[in-house]
């Protein structure tokens, strides 16, 4: 069982940056694949960036790549999400999620892939 709690946050203005952090519970989470995932007011959830279990392997959806950075600490059981450049509709409930045991080298984009949830942590971006 994993459990996972994201913080960081918060409202920024347009253009400004926030990292937000998803810390993990249990001893398995270097074999774990991670995501972050985004879900706005009337919209369903939304893939926004994966990290394979080492960390060597990332990826992004294509409306936050180069302003997002997705990083992991496997020894403080942490995953990172890095978000500059900032725009309104980037506002939503952000969510860090975990797959089981995952392949080496592998990232996962589909809500299906992944386990265990976080509670989401609000974001919201003012114009």
């Known amino acids: 069982q994993v459990q996972l709690v994201e913080s960081g946050g918060g409202l920024v203005q347009d253009g400004g940056s926030l990292r937000l952090s998803c810390a993990a519970s249990?001893?398995?989470?270097?074999?774990?694949?991670m995501g972050w995932f985004r879900q706005a007011p009337g919209k369903e959830r939304e893939f926004v960036a994966a990290?394979?279990?080492?960390?060597?392997?990332?990826y992004y959806a294509e409306s936050v790549k180069g302003r997002f950075t997705i990083s992991r600490a496997n020894a403080q059981n942490t995953v990172y999400l890095q978000m500059n450049s900032l725009k309104p509709e980037d506002t939503a409930a952000y969510y860090c999620?975990?797959?089981?045991?995952?392949?080496?080298?592998?990232?996962?984009?589909?809500?299906?892939?992944?386990?265990?949830w976080g509670q989401g942590t609000q974001v919201t971006v003012s114009s």
């Open positions: 999620a975990a797959t089981g045991t995952s392949s080496s080298g592998t990232y996962y984009t589909k809500l299906g892939d992944y386990n265990y």
């Open positions: 249990g001893r398995t989470f270097s074999r774990n694949a």
């Open positions: 990290i394979s279990r080492s960390g060597t392997i990332t």
